[in-house]
């Protein structure tokens, strides 16, 4: 099994660009496809990057995603913050027996 | 429209039995590619999956909770069911269901809050 590592927490202020990581633990981060899903207090999770790096429809391009083999990362970039943006941030990737959420980031925007 | 919802106990109590169905439209659980899995959330915590099934009846568990959890599927009724046994107050959380195509969790259900207590 593997481990998807997040930080905490992130911060920064309207109209910046933030990134936020997604480490694999084990086995490449380019052997299966990471996705990135929002979740606002009280809702349910949404997805705002699949298969690495797409966007689903309705998604601002503001937002984007990228894989690094080198650090075995995904990232997650926001640029333009706007207020609305802030929540809580899950990267999800998978093997062949097993789905794999990380810790979540909570994205603050102030 | 693809739209799922969770139904079940909102409360059992220590070493109870769980169940949990799911019932979905706008997709079907026969098409190639398509799951169906459990996802929960304690309160304040992170995202942590349990169970997925496949069109195919393929199944997949948490290794860590492999031993408590069944998945069904009745693709007739366009219903999936978990069972988690052995209940305790640490399986608190919101428990969601979601569809998965490729590798994606594109759609969730509203999620369900079950609560474990005497």
């Known amino acids: 099994n593997f481990m998807l590592t997040q930080p905490h927490s992130v911060s920064e202020s309207p109209g910046k660009t933030v990134t936020i990581s997604c480490t694999r633990s084990s086995g490449s981060i380019a052997s299966n496809y990471v996705q990135w899903y929002q979740q606002r207090p009280g809702s349910s999770p949404t997805t705002v990057i699949y298969e690495d790096n797409q966007r689903p429809s309705g998604v601002p391009d503001r937002f984007s995603g990228s894989i690094d083999s080198s650090s075995n990362s995904a990232s997650l970039t926001i640029s333009g913050l706007k207020t609305e943006d802030e929540a809580d941030y899950y990267c999800?990737?998978?093997?062949?027996?097993?789905?794999?959420f990380g810790g979540g980031t909570k994205l603050t925007v102030l | 429209q693809i739209t799922l919802k969770e139904s079940g106990p909102t409360l059992v109590k220590p070493t109870q039995t769980l169940t949990l169905t799911c019932t979905f439209s706008g997709f079907s659980l026969s098409t190639s590619g398509v799951g169906v899995g459990w996802i929960r959330q304690p309160p304040g915590k992170a995202l942590e999956w349990l169970a997925l099934?496949?069109?195919?009846?393929?199944?997949r568990y948490s290794p860590s909770l492999k031993s408590r959890l069944t998945i069904t599927k009745d693709t007739s009724k366009n219903q999936v069911v978990l069972t988690m046994t052995n209940m305790d107050p640490v399986d608190t959380a919101t428990y969601y269901c979601a569809h998965l195509y490729s590798s994606s969790w594109y759609y969730w259900g509203q999620g369900t809050l079950v609560t474990v207590s005497s």
């Open positions: 999800q990737s998978y093997d062949s027996s097993n789905q794999v």
């Open positions: 099934i496949y069109w195919n009846d393929d199944k």
